[in-house]
C-alpha cells in the first residue's frame, strides 16, 4: 500500500522569506504523480503543484516550486517570496496511474508567515 | 478550468435526521467521484469510490449502510449520511476525476452538524 508522510507538522516563516516543506512517500509503482495541495481556514482544496513521476525536470509554478527525487521518493516543496496568503494547511498526495485513481494524503503541514 | 460544485456548505439538522450532500462537476464529465471525510486538524480520509453506473468501493470500516453514495449520472454524486448522529458531524468533500483530465478537483466542502 501506498503512504505519505509529512514529518513537519507545523511551520512558520518571515514574510517575504523561503521555506520548504517536505514529504516522502512509499510505493513499488514507477508511474504516478504527485501533488502539494493547499487548505485554508475555509477548508477549500487548491492544488497548488503537480508532478509526473516520469518527468526529470522539477515542476514549477510561479513562486511554488519541487524538488522531486524519485529515488529517495521524496517530493519537498518550496515557496519563494512568502506571503500572508500563504498561510494553510499544506497536503502531499499521491496518485498511481492506473485503476480508481484515489489520491493518498499526508497529514498535512500547517504553515504560518510571519509579518 | 474545471469546477466542482458541492451543496450544500453548511447543514445543521437534529439527531436522526437523514442529509444528503450532492458532488456536481460542471464542465466535464466525472466517471469518477471521491467522498472524503476530515476530522479538525487533520487530513482528508478517503471514505468511498463512487463510479457512475456502478455500486460505489467503500474504504475498510465505512459503513456502506450509513452512508449512502448513489452516482447515476457522469455529473452527479450524491452521499447521504442516514440516521445521522452526534458522531457523524464533520466536513465532508468530494472531489471528481476523469482519465483524462489529471488533477482532481474538489468542491468547497460540506460542514455538517448533527445536534
Known amino acids: 500500500a501506498q503512504t505519505v508522510t509529512q514529518s513537519q507538522p507545523e511551520m512558520s516563516v518571515q514574510e517575504a522569506e523561503t521555506v520548504t516543506l517536505s514529504c516522502t512517500y512509499d510505493?513499488?509503482?514507477?508511474?504516478?504523480?504527485l501533488f502539494w495541495y493547499k487548505q485554508p481556514p475555509s477548508r477549500q482544496m487548491i492544488l497548488v503543484i503537480r508532478?509526473?513521476?516520469?518527468?526529470?525536470q522539477n515542476a514549477t509554478e510561479n513562486r511554488f516550486s519541487v524538488n522531486f527525487q524519485k529515488a529517495a521518493k521524496s517530493f519537498s516543496l518550496k515557496i519563494s517570496d512568502s506571503q500572508l496568503g500563504d498561510a494553510a494547511m499544506y497536503f502531499c498526495?499521491?496518485?498511481?496511474?492506473?485503476?480508481?485513481?484515489?489520491?493518498?494524503f499526508g497529514t498535512g503541514t500547517r504553515l504560518t508567515i510571519i509579518p | 478550468g474545471a469546477v466542482v460544485s458541492q451543496h450544500p456548505s453548511r447543514v445543521i439538522c437534529k439527531s436522526g435526521t437523514s442529509v444528503k450532500i450532492e458532488c456536481r462537476s460542471l464542465?466535464?464529465?466525472?466517471?469518477?467521484m471521491f467522498w472524503y471525510r476530515q476530522f479538525p486538524k487533520k487530513s482528508l480520509m478517503l471514505m468511498a469510490t463512487?463510479?457512475?453506473?456502478?455500486?460505489?468501493?467503500?474504504e475498510q470500516g465505512v459503513e456502506k449502510d450509513k452512508f449512502l453514495i448513489n452516482h447515476a449520472s457522469l455529473t452527479l454524486s450524491t452521499l447521504t449520511v442516514t440516521s445521522a448522529h452526534p458522531e457523524d458531524s464533520s466536513f465532508y468533500i468530494c472531489?471528481?476525476?476523469?482519465?483524462?483530465?489529471?488533477?482532481?478537483?474538489f468542491g468547497d466542502g460540506t460542514r455538517l452538524s448533527i445536534l
Open positions: 510505493t513499488s509503482e514507477s508511474d504516478y504523480y
Open positions: 508532478q509526473e513521476a516520469y518527468k526529470q
Open positions: 463512487s463510479n457512475e453506473g456502478s455500486k460505489a468501493t467503500y
Open positions: 464542465d466535464f464529465q466525472a466517471t469518477t
Open positions: 472531489s471528481a476525476g476523469d482519465r483524462a483530465f489529471q488533477p482532481q478537483h
Open positions: 498526495a499521491y496518485r498511481p496511474n492506473f485503476g480508481n485513481e484515489k489520491l493518498t
